[in-house]
């Protein structure tokens, strides 16, 4: 992996509420590894398959390997500046991506895909995407407003889509671990990781042709080990649950 500099790492670890106003001089755990666990309940059921295992390797804040189980594995790399510049699977499914930065925007590019992301003040601010699918060309904007590190709004084209509320302050999200490959992750997810975990992501209305769908609370239940490691993010509304694992 090419040579990053710790301070990268120190400025991500700086803990803040959820409202931005009050930071935390105490430091993250620099965790080895975190492991990502789906599992897929049908509805009615106490029954629970595994759909994905994902094992990535951290070294100083910086994820330089994820082995997503099998044969497949994707390694990363990043600048002296701590950006992701490399993203490379050995798997027989993974794809080539292309990563130029210009300052805080960044264009990751695959063979049927260009992503273009802006960054201000180190939160991902805007994804646009331009997605070939077979002779359709799909093009779609997602911006996202920020409390601190927190996404509080999402934006698709515009338009006003979630609203993410009821942060905990003093709890990390899980996925925050993973903060440095967030770029390439938002080509796949088209979401920024939030720093902390919220309890309701409110989904504004919607219609079409011939349906209509109200404003609707969704509400998330956590697993709650100590402030640094949630373990398991469940819901009543979903037939997906996420574990986690924390190696020192």
Same mark, same amino acid.
């Given at each position: 992996? @090419?040579?990053? &500099?710790?301070?990268?790492?120190?400025?991500?670890?700086?803990?803040?509420?959820?409202?931005?106003?009050?930071?935390?001089?105490?430091?993250?755990?620099?965790?080895?590894?975190?492991?990502?666990?789906?599992?897929?309940?049908?509805?009615?059921?106490?029954?629970?398959?595994?759909?994905?295992?994902?094992? $990535?390797?951290?070294?100083?804040?910086?994820?330089?390997?994820?082995?997503?189980?099998?044969? #497949? %594995?994707?390694?990363? #790399?990043?600048?002296?500046?701590?950006?992701?510049?490399?993203?490379?699977?050995?798997?027989?499914?993974?794809?080539? /991506?292309?990563?130029?930065?210009?300052?805080?925007?960044? !264009?990751?590019?695959?063979?049927?895909? !260009?992503?273009?992301?802006?960054? @201000?003040?180190?939160?991902?601010?805007?994804? #646009?995407? %331009?997605?070939?699918?077979?002779?359709?060309?799909?093009?779609?904007?997602?911006?996202?407003?920020?409390?601190?590190?927190?996404?509080?709004?999402?934006?698709?084209?515009?338009?006003?889509?979630? #609203?993410?509320?009821? $942060?905990?302050? %003093?709890?990390?999200?899980?996925? /925050?671990?993973?903060?440095?490959?967030?770029?390439?992750?938002? !080509?796949?997810?088209?979401?920024? &990781?939030?720093? %902390?975990?919220?309890?309701?992501?409110?989904?504004?209305? $919607?219609?079409?042709?011939?349906?209509?769908?109200?404003?609707?609370? /969704?509400? /998330?239940?956590?697993?709650?080990?100590?402030?640094?490691?949630?373990?398991?993010?469940?819901?009543?509304?979903?037939?997906?649950?996420?574990?986690?694992?924390?190696?020192?």
């Amino acid at each position: 992996m @090419k040579k990053v &500099f710790s301070f990268v790492f120190l400025i991500l670890c700086i803990a803040c509420s959820d409202d931005g106003d009050n930071p935390s001089s105490e430091k993250i755990p620099d965790f080895s590894k975190v492991k990502e666990i789906v599992y897929w309940i049908p509805y009615g059921t106490n029954d629970t398959t595994v759909l994905i295992e994902r094992e $990535y390797t951290i070294e100083a804040g910086f994820v330089t390997e994820a082995d997503y189980g099998g044969d #497949e %594995n994707i390694y990363f #790399e990043y600048d002296e500046e701590g950006r992701l510049i490399e993203v490379n699977g050995d798997g027989s499914n993974s794809l080539d /991506y292309g990563i130029i930065w210009n300052g805080e925007k960044c !264009t990751i590019s695959t063979s049927y895909s !260009t992503t273009n992301l802006i960054y @201000k003040n180190g939160n991902l601010f805007e994804i #646009e995407v %331009n997605h070939e699918e077979g002779s359709r060309s799909i093009y779609q904007k997602r911006n996202f407003e920020f409390s601190g590190e927190n996404v509080i709004a999402a934006y698709l084209n515009d338009t006003l889509q979630f #609203e993410y509320l009821d $942060y905990h302050p %003093n709890v990390v999200n899980p996925l /925050y671990y993973l903060k440095s490959i967030e770029p390439w992750r938002a !080509t796949i997810v088209n979401n920024p &990781f939030s720093k %902390n975990i919220f309890y309701t992501r409110r989904e504004q209305p $919607y219609s079409g042709d011939d349906y209509f769908s109200p404003l609707r609370d /969704y509400q /998330y239940n956590y697993l709650i080990k100590d402030q640094y490691r949630v373990e398991s993010i469940s819901s009543n509304w979903s037939i997906y649950n996420s574990r986690y694992e924390f190696y020192e």
